[in-house]
Nanobody, 123 residues
Framework: VQLQASGGGLVQAGGSLRLSCAAS????????AGWFRQAPGKEREFVAA????????NYADSVKGRFTILRDNAKNTVYLQMDSLKAEDTAVYYC?????????????????WGQGTQVTVSS
């Protein structure tokens, strides 16, 4: 399976962006998908995850109430809607799929990864 992340860019603080992660090669057969991010000099951190079967979600505390993870079965795509962006949200964002049945927050639980898309929030 190949994951293609897109939608990143430069936005002012308070603005919005919508990231997309499209699967090719096969459908999103993994039970869950997630988004992670990594800022320069920092470790990769969990952002949000979703269980494909029933849309159960999991969010990092730092993005709760501002970010929303969504999926579209027909398009084999998972989205990350990011609102009220802050400078500290600046990072490379990665999508990934997990074979676990719960939307987990640890990157080690994810099997396939997209190439990353840069999000830069100017203050």
């Amino acid at each position: 399976v190949q994951l293609q992340a897109s939608g990143g860019g430069l936005v002012q603080a308070g603005g919005s962006l919508r990231l997309s992660c499209a699967a090719s090669g096969r459908t999103f057969s993994s039970p869950a998908a997630g988004w992670f991010r990594q800022a320069p000099g920092k470790e990769r951190e969990f952002v949000a995850a979703i269980r494909w079967r029933d849309d159960t979600t999991n969010y990092a505390d730092s993005v709760k109430g501002r970010f929303t993870i969504l999926r579209d079965n027909a398009k084999n795509t998972v989205y990350l809607q990011m609102d009220s962006l802050k400078a500290e949200d600046t990072a490379v964002y990665y999508c990934a799929t997990s074979s676990y049945r719960t939307p987990r927050a640890s990157w080690v639980d994810y099997d396939y990864w997209g190439q990353g898309t840069q999000v830069t929030v100017s203050s």
